[in-house]
């Protein structure tokens, strides 16, 4: 008996010991994740609600509705208009600036954040609905020639099926030769709301970097000058580098683990100095690595060679939004100051296809050379070790690896969980898609070739 109650023991101490270590790596897992978890609840959500005009119903519903982010606890202050996001053990907030979003606290007082000279820029102050399109919202029936509606109407359609592989489409702009000829937005969105570009944010910085190249104030093909790559062989990464995807500094950009970009993202809240403190991997110019990271270097770049924080902050503003029409765009910030590049611009339906146009029409907005005259070639020549696939903050379909039933000459701005706009010269046609689709819960290449196969 003395035996069996002595072995009885024994096991329970083992499984105790075996459930302890369980913890225990249980803790040591999760634990550097629940930043991620809570902050990228706290900030989805108080930028969905303030600049998108979601409701919290609806983005916990959809957007916070996966992983570990669906136990997360938010508590929404209107009059603040913030966001505190609690999860265990750990919690994270946001604050809010006028004109410059939802900003995650991160390293600096919310004191700091909040006292930058963030200037009040005017919107374009006409009624949009009195102007004629692009610059405005007044848009007339007349269709183009060579378009199959009934097909192009079709396809449209398809894409608002909810079902794989066409799930989760929140809406759809078409515009061919300059003509908006679709428009359709599911339940709970219309033209006032404005939608997350996540990584399409990228190609916006191609446009700011674009308007400092005519404006004589960045060399892109200069070193990039970071005060901390001067005394190693990072010094020799250029702007052109980071733009392309090829700089060779080491980075992760899965967004399902701990991972440099959702640390980035995250908890830092200068997101382009933990960035530019990668060590080199490769060779600058040789090897392609998708990274946000890049782009929020690239946008720190432009905040240096502007030099003044106040026309930092204006500057797409003044300099791109407003020259487009693009009313609804905010561009928003980190804690450190500096347009979150990478991931956070928020704008209507209409002024994503307002900026795809600009790209169509090579640069130019109705007579005014915005960008310079070659940006745009630049813009979508391959960079190298990208199998044509990426140009600068552009993808390219060179290769037709995604889209192997589109025009070759397509190229378009993507952003994480099914956001683009697609632009093909060949066919005078933009096409925006917003949603919150997974990998492989949307066929991509089949609702762009369905529209494509329209036009005549």
């Not at 939608?195 to 190609?203: G, I, N, T």
């Not at 446009?207 to 004589?216: F, Q, R, T, Y």
Request: glycine share 8%; hydrophobic share 40%.
């Amino acid at each position: 008996i003395y035996s069996s109650q002595a072995s009885m023991k024994r096991v329970r101490i083992i499984i105790a010991v075996l459930i302890l270590f369980m913890l225990l790596g249980g803790v040591l897992y999760i634990n550097p994740l629940l930043p991620i978890i809570t902050g990228y609840a706290a900030k989805n959500l108080s930028s969905g609600i303030f600049l998108a005009n979601r409701t919290q119903e609806s983005m916990e519903a959809t957007d916070l509705n996966f992983s570990f982010i669906r136990f997360v606890k938010n508590r929404v202050d209107s009059r603040s208009k913030t966001v505190t996001s609690h999860f265990l053990w750990h919690t994270s907030h946001t604050s809010f600036v006028n004109g410059y979003g939802n900003i995650l606290v991160n390293d600096y007082p919310v004191s700091d954040i909040e006292a930058r000279p963030y200037p009040v820029v005017p919107v374009l102050p006409e009624n949009p609905d009195t102007i004629a399109w692009p610059m405005g919202d007044l848009i007339v029936d007349t269709i183009p020639s060579g378009i199959d509606m009934q097909q192009l109407n079709l396809a449209v359609e398809q894409a608002f099926a909810d079902t794989v592989p066409y799930k989760g489409t929140f809406a759809v702009m078409v515009v061919c030769q300059g003509q908006p000829v679709a428009e359709k937005y599911a339940d709970e969105f219309s033209t006032e709301t404005l939608f997350l570009s996540w990584s399409m944010a990228k190609s916006f910085i191609n446009a700011l970097a674009g308007i400092l190249v005519k404006e004589g104030k960045l060399d892109i093909y200069a070193s990039a000058g970071m005060d901390e790559w001067k005394n190693d062989e990072r010094r020799n990464i250029t702007i052109h580098h980071l733009m392309q995807m090829n700089s060779g500094l080491e980075w992760n950009e899965d967004y399902g683990n701990s991972s440099d970009v959702n640390n980035m993202l995250h908890k830092e809240g200068d997101m382009a100095r933990f960035a530019s403190s990668k060590p080199l991997e490769y060779s600058p110019g040789s090897v392609f690595e998708y990274s946000s990271g890049s782009t929020n270097i690239v946008s720190y770049l432009m905040r240096k060679a502007i030099g003044d924080d106040a026309e930092y902050f204006a500057f797409p503003r003044e300099q791109l939004f407003n020259k487009i029409g693009m009313r609804s765009a905010v561009f928003e910030v980190d804690a450190s100051g500096t347009f979150v590049g990478s991931s956070y611009l928020y704008a209507s339906l209409r002024d994503y296809a307002r900026f795809g146009l600009l790209y169509l029409n090579n640069g130019n907005w109705q007579g005014e050379q915005i960008l310079p005259e070659n940006w745009v070639a630049y813009s979508t020549t391959a960079a190298n070790g990208s199998d044509r696939s990426y140009g600068a903050f552009f993808w390219l379909n060179q290769a037709g690896i995604d889209y192997p039933d589109v025009p070759r000459d397509m190229f378009s701005c993507r952003g994480h969980d099914g956001q683009f706009i697609y632009i093909i010269p060949s066919k005078e046609l933009v096409i925006v898609r917003t949603g919150f689709s997974k990998n492989g819960e949307f066929d991509h290449n089949g609702f762009v070739a369905g529209i494509v196969d329209a036009i005549k």
